[in-house]
C-alpha cells in the first residue's frame, strides 16, 4: 500500500483539549497516523495535515451550550470540507458537560447536520476502569454519581443514569443498547439497532463493559455518519477502515525527538491528580504552590513561580491542585469561574514564559488547564506519539519549533503519572 498522503478517513471533535489528546491516542494506538488540532485549523496550515484522522480539539464542554453547537458545527463543516467519511464527536468517559447539556445539544446538532437519524452515545473505557451497563456509568466498582464526580467544582454529576441525563439534554427520543444486544456481536446489535430506530429512538446509550464490547460496537457501526462517546469507543474504528483497505502501512506513532528543559503543571483538583502531586511531594522533589486566593489579591504569583524554578536544577512541579474541600472554600471567596480562570491563565502566563527560558518539554494536568497552556504556547498542531497511560500519549507540537507535550485529563494516569511522562518525552524520537 502506497504511503503517499491522504486525505483524512475520520474526522473528530473534542470538547476538550485533554479529552482530544485521549482520543488520538487510541486511533494511533489502532494505527492511524493522527494529528490534533488546537481549535479549527487555520487556512495556513491545513494543507500540513497529513494524517489518516483529524481530531479538532474545542474548549466547549464548559460554555454556554448554544456556543458549543456552534463552534462544532463550524468544526463539522471544516471536516466534511476535507472529506472525513465519518464524524466522531468525543467527550469525557465521565460524561460530563454543563447542566444545560452540551453532550445532548451538540450530538443532536451534528446529527442534523449530517442528515442522519441515529448515533450511539458510549462513554465507555474499560481500561480506566468507565464502563456502562443497563446504561448506568460506573467509575471503577462505583456508580458515577458515587465516585467523586459529583463534587466536581465544574461539572458535578449526580445521576448514573445515562439515558435519563441524555434525555434530559435533548429533543429526540433516547433508548438503550442494552448489553444483551452488544454480547451477541456485530449482527445483534444491528437488529437491535434497527428497532430501536423503528421505535423513534434518534440516540442509544450503548453498554460496554470489556474492550471486546467495543470493538465489536465499532465495526456494528462502521455505517453511522456520526458516533458519540469517549475514546473506548474509538478503538474498533481503526480496523473498520482497514479491512476496507484505506489505512496506510506506516508507523503511526512515530514523533520527532525534543531537547531542553522540563516542568510539570497540575491544575486539576481530581482525586488522580492528587494523588499524583502527592506522590510528587512524598518524594521530596521541588514544588511550588500557585494560590488562587493570592492571585485574586495581586501577588505575583506568576513571578514567584518562575524565581522558584530557575533556583532549581530539577524538574520542578507547579501545581494549584487542591482537595474538594479546599476547592470549596476558595471558590465561596472567589466563585468557582473566576478562581478556575485565575489558575488556568497564571500557569499558561507560567509555560509560555517558561518556553523563553528554554523549556520545552511540558507535561500538563487537567483539561482546561492543557487547553490554558496550549493556547498560551500559541500550538496550532499536535502530532501524536506513543502512549504514556491509558488516554494519554506524548505529543509533539507543529509547525515551527517543536515543544513536546503530555496533556492530561485529572482523571487520568497512576499515581507515578508525572515522571512516567517525562521520561516518555526525553525519548521521544528515540528508535524502538
Known sequence: MSNAPARPLLGCIADDF??????????????????????????????????????????????????????????????????????????CSTFDSTPAGNIGQVSEALLEALDSDFTLACPAFPENGRTVFRGHLFV?????????????????????NLV??????????????RHDSVSGGVESIRARIA????????????????????????????????????????LGLPDNFRRAGKLRDLDAAHVPAVEGGEVVLAGSASQATNAQVATWLQAGR???????????????????????????????????????DEVKAVQREL??????????QALG???????????????????????????????QLLQIGAQIDPGVPACVSMPGEP?????????????DFFDKALKQLALAGAPA
Not at 435519563?164 to 443498547?177: D, I, P, S, Y
Not at 511550588?288 to 485574586?296: E, G, H, M, Y
Open 349 to 379: 502566563q507560567i509555560a509560555s514564559r517558561l518556553r523563553d527560558t528554554d523549556v520545552r518539554r511540558f507535561v500538563v494536568a487537567g483539561g482546561e488547564t492543557s487547553g490554558a497552556v496550549v493556547q498560551a504556547l500559541n500550538i
Open 286 to 324: 521541588p514544588a511550588f504552590r500557585v494560590d488562587p486566593l493570592a492571585l485574586a489579591a495581586g501577588q505575583p504569583v506568576i513571578e514567584e513561580a518562575l524565581a522558584f524554578v530557575a533556583d532549581h536544577a530539577q524538574t520542578v512541579l507547579i501545581y494549584a491542585t487542591s482537595t474538594p
Open 140 to 160: 471503577q466498582d462505583q456508580l458515577l454519581s458515587e465516585s467523586g464526580m459529583q463534587h466536581h467544582p465544574l461539572t458535578p454529576m449526580t445521576d448514573a
Open 164 to 177: 435519563r441525563v441524555l434525555q434530559a439534554q435533548t429533543r429526540g427520543k433516547v433508548g438503550l443498547l
Open 403 to 415: 515543544l513536546a507535550l503530555a496533556l492530561k485529563s485529572g482523571n487520568f494516569g497512576g499515581a
Open 18 to 91: 485533554t479529552g482530544a489528546t485521549d482520543l488520538a491516542n487510541m486511533l494511533v494506538r489502532g494505527g492511524m497516523r493522527t494529528v490534533q488540532s488546537i481549535g479549527i485549523p487555520a487556512a495556513d496550515v491545513a494543507g500540513q495535515l497529513d494524517a489518516d484522522a483529524i481530531v479538532i480539539a474545542l474548549k466547549s464542554r464548559t460554555v454556554p451550550a448554544i456556543d458549543a453547537v456552534k463552534e462544532s458545527l463550524e468544526a463539522l463543516r471544516w471536516l466534511r470540507e476535507r472529506g472525513c467519511e465519518q464524524i466522531f464527536f468525543k467527550y
Open 335 to 344: 466563585g468557582a469561574e473566576r478562581a478556575g480562570h485565575l489558575v488556568e
Open 195 to 234: 428497532r430501536l430506530r423503528a421505535d423513534g429512538v434518534r440516540m442509544a446509550v450503548a453498554d460496554a463493559v470489556s474492550d471486546a464490547d467495543l470493538h465489536v460496537l465499532g465495526e456494528a457501526c462502521a455505517d453511522l455518519a456520526l458516533l458519540t462517546g469517549g475514546s473506548g469507543l474509538a
